[in-house]
């Protein structure tokens, strides 16, 4: 399965709601996670199972979507917040990623 | 709370061997709970699932790839290894190790990350 996420860049000020979206190739439900990654960074897990917050993570993450649309909503962008963003689909081997969205500051 | 390291040579040499390892702790890799997990990401690229390998030695791998690659682990050490023969300047990549979460009837997202390793492949 390929994911095409979008946008590719997203430019935002503290305290916007942002959405990033991944498309899948073909229709499947529940397996998307979401990451964050900053500079020089590994990636964090956020979001399992669509819509699961990985323990930790704050509440203004929030995740959602099946079929072959999946979206990462960050309501109330704080500026720890801006980064790379990356869907995965665990739904079907082999295991993929989007292409990533930057988050930067507007 | 796991943690992993990657180790290994920063160069390599154009068809020559990639060999990278995994030291992990906090958690053991014969749990039977997690799949160890190789994922990399070219820079400034995206991130390309590698392969997996679990405790009993069970390995898959991404079918993409046109690297050979081979897993494998060491259960004295606490460490999971790979291989890639023959690589190209394609290869180059920040490699990380992680430890895959299994759903329950799917695949596994990746919980814990090493802090990544970057491989250049000169000739």
């Known amino acids: 399965i390929q994911m095409t996420q979008f946008p590719s860049t997203l430019s935002a000020s503290v305290g916007d709601r942002v959405t990033i979206t991944c498309r899948a190739s073909?229709?499947?439900?529940?397996?998307v996670a979401w990451y964050q990654q900053k500079p020089g960074k590994a990636p964090k897990l956020l979001i399992h199972k669509t819509s699961n917050l990985e323990s930790g993570v704050p509440s203004r993450f929030s995740g959602s979507g099946s079929g072959t649309e999946f979206t990462l909503t960050i309501s109330d962008l704080q500026p720890d917040d801006f980064a790379i963003y990356y869907c995965?689909?665990?739904?079907?081997?082999?295991?993929?990623f989007g292409q990533g969205t930057t988050v930067e500051v507007k | 709370q796991v943690q992993l390291q990657e180790s290994g040579p920063g160069l390599v040499k154009s068809s020559g061997t990639l060999s990278l390892t995994c030291s992990v702790s906090?958690?053991?890799?014969?749990?039977?709970?997690?799949?160890w997990t190789w994922i990399r990401q070219p820079a400034g690229r995206g991130l390309e699932w590698i392969g997996r390998v679990y405790a009993s030695g069970s390995i898959n791998f991404n079918p993409s790839l046109k690297t050979p690659v081979t897993m494998s682990v060491d259960t004295s050490k606490n460490q999971f290894s790979l291989t890639m023969r023959s690589v190209t300047a394609a290869d180059t990549a920040i490699y990380f190790c992680?430890?895959?979460?299994?759903?329950?009837?799917?695949?596994?997202?990746?919980?814990?990350w090493g802090q990544g390793i970057l491989v250049t492949v000169a000739s």
């Open positions: 906090g958690d053991s890799i014969t749990s039977g709970t997690y799949y």
């Open positions: 992680a430890r895959g979460r299994p759903s329950s009837v799917a695949g596994e997202c990746f919980d814990s």
């Open positions: 995965q689909q665990y739904n079907n081997y082999p295991w993929s």
């Open positions: 073909h229709s499947f439900s529940t397996w």
